[in-house]
Each structure stands twice: as structure tokens, then as C-alpha cells.
């Protein structure tokens, strides 16, 4: 049983750095496709299939911006925790 593991100094803030941008990506961009109205088979007429149009199938479109929502708060809460850890251990031993 593992009582006291840590994640090496040198590798915590870049994962913690790689969760924020991740999460703030993820974030970001399924506010900006669920409450800015566009639409995207313009953005995407350059010799690309278009995967989900809001024009389209709408639930479809409403599921994948509600999971990027969801993903990129799992990901700013898990950085969170993470860096308040790290701080934790730093004042403890």
C-alpha cells in the first residue's frame, strides 16, 4: 500500500500548466460555439467534411459543446487540486 507518493516538483507545474490550458481551450471554445451564432460550414468549406453543424442536427451540436463545457471544468478542478497539493506538500515537509 502506497502511503506518501508524490509527483517530482519538476513535473507537477507543467502538468498542472498543460491542464489550465487545456481546460481553458475546451472551455473557451464551447462558449464560443454555443452562444456565438455562426455557421460552420463556412469555417469549414476549404476541402473539409464538416463533423457536427449546428444548422444540421441540433442535439448532436448541443451534446458536443455540453461535453467541452463539462471536459474543460474536469480539467481547470483537476489543475486546482493538483497545485493546491503541491503547495500542501511543499509547506508540510
Known amino acids: 500500500m ?4 508524490r509527483i517530482p516538483p519538476a513535473l507537477l507545474l507543467p ?10 481551450w475546451m ?3 464551447g462558449v464560443w460555439d454555443g452562444w456565438i451564432d455562426h455557421d460552420t460550414r463556412e469555417l469549414f ?8 453543424s449546428k444548422a444540421a442536427d441540433p442535439a448532436h451540436f448541443g451534446r458536443i459543446v455540453a461535453y467541452r463545457l463539462i471536459l474543460g471544468t474536469v480539467c481547470l478542478a483537476l489543475a486546482f487540486v493538483l497545485f493546491r497539493l503541491q503547495r500542501w506538500w ?3 515537509g
Do not use: C, N, P, Y
Open 15 to 24: 502538468i498542472v500548466a498543460a491542464f489550465v490550458l487545456a481546460g481553458l
Open 2 to 5: 502506497i502511503t506518501h507518493a
Open 27 to 29: 472551455g473557451l471554445s
Open 90 to 92: 511543499r509547506s508540510e
Open 45 to 52: 468549406t476549404k476541402g473539409r467534411v464538416v463533423i457536427v
